[in-house]
């Protein structure tokens, strides 16, 4: 086993740089880059120039450089040169895409992230400052499937082609169907002062006066909060887990050790928690740090906007908007290294579930 765990870490070190080369060289194309973003913001401010003249004869200076901008950026015209190439000094795109890359995996093998450009803080401490709120969707959304669907899916594998398995099926698969961000805007309308009842906050994750509640106030007054939106994000995982763990558990039960269980009389309950339910829940337990991981970056950007949760997926779209690069490329190489361990993590769990497993003699 330990050579294949090896196998994987060396694995992800390429996998890794695969991702983080195809990621920074579409950004090339992408138009809209910071900069744009600064020449935009700046449109109409005509007191800039005389700031970067440094005063004196800066409308002059000014005049003379209006009309000579860098053609490269979009809206540029009637910008100084000199400012354009400060600008490309900050942001470090002076150098050739290659070296900056370099660069910037140098940088981040050291765990060294910098800083968001248009935020003063580091991207570290950022990530640290928004991670509450996500873990918090990701956490409780997947308790509450697996609480749900693990008794869910056993219960419709007993009950296979009944009335009960029947329209269980249907509602799962009008849950399955149903967007997360389309589910959260309904429960907005009919629960949080929509149209209807004002039973759940609208937004936010605490109240605003959270501070001055007592412990037990502060707990009824985060699950009140978090009710909606961990309901919006359990829905699509809820459908997927409960038919994976029904699939499982018909597998399962139609295999001879199952029937040779019967024909020795034990007692239906003994045969299926007994000897099914630990094969069956290979799969299903198995899933789990992968199942948290989809639940935890998938429906967060759109559920944290809708709610006006401020987490990792609301600032990662942010970021995205404003071509904050350090803050796009710096949580892609973490999430990304935290992905590759995940899998390696799931792998890891079947053996220990299951100890026949062996990966070290499937590879070879």
């Known amino acids: 086993m330990g050579a294949y765990i090896l196998r994987r870490l060396m694995l992800m070190i390429p996998t890794l740089f695969g991702i983080m080369v195809i990621n920074f060289s579409l950004t090339q194309f992408v138009p809209g880059g910071p900069i744009e973003q600064i020449i935009a913001q700046m449109e109409g401010q005509g007191d ?13 200076q000014g005049q003379e450089m209006a009309g000579s901008g860098d053609d490269r950026y979009l809206g540029a015209r009637g910008l100084p040169p000199e400012f354009i190439e400060q600008l490309e000094r900050e942001f470090g795109f002076d150098k050739p895409p290659v070296e900056r890359f ?74 399955y169907a149903i967007p997360g961000f389309l589910f959260a805007v309904l429960l907005m309308v009919l629960f949080a002062g929509g ?55 018909l597998d399962e039960i139609n295999k001879q050790y199952v029937m040779t269980a019967r024909a020795k009389g034990l007692a239906e309950r003994r045969v299926l928690y007994g000897h099914v339910f630990r094969n069956a829940m290979l ?37 995205a908007v404003a071509r904050d690069y350090p803050v796009i490329f710096g949580t892609l190489y973490v999430f990304g290294l935290i992905g590759l361990f995940v899998g390696l993590l799931s792998d890891l769990m079947y053996v220990f579930v299951d100890p026949r497993i062996d990966f070290e003699r499937r590879a070879g």
């Open 48 to 60: 800039v120039f005389q700031t970067i003249a440094g005063g004196g004869d800066a409308g002059t």
């Open 102 to 175: 370099l660069l910037m995996m140098w940088d981040y093998l050291r765990f060294d992230f910098g800083e968001s450009w248009f935020r003063s803080i580091s991207v570290v401490d950022l990530v640290i400052e928004k991670m509450p709120v996500s873990i918090t969707l990701g956490l409780w959304s997947t308790l509450i499937a697996y609480l749900i669907s693990i008794p869910l899916g056993i219960r419709k594998a007993v009950k296979d082609g009944t009335q009960f398995d029947t329209w269980t099926s249907g509602v799962i698969i009008v849950a």
């Open 195 to 249: 149209s209807y009842w004002k039973i759940f906050p609208l937004r936010g994750l605490v109240s605003d006066n959270w501070e001055e509640l007592t412990l037990w106030g502060k707990v009824i007054d985060y699950l009140w909060h978090i009710t909606l939106p961990v309901i919006a994000s359990t829905i699509s995982s809820f459908a997927t887990l409960t038919l994976l763990t029904k699939n499982s558990f």
């Open 283 to 319: 799969i299903v337990i198995a899933g789990f740090p992968a199942l948290f991981l989809g639940v935890f970056f998938g429906a967060s950007i759109l559920i944290e906007t809708i709610f006006s949760l401020d987490g990792l997926g609301r600032m990662g779209f942010e970021a």
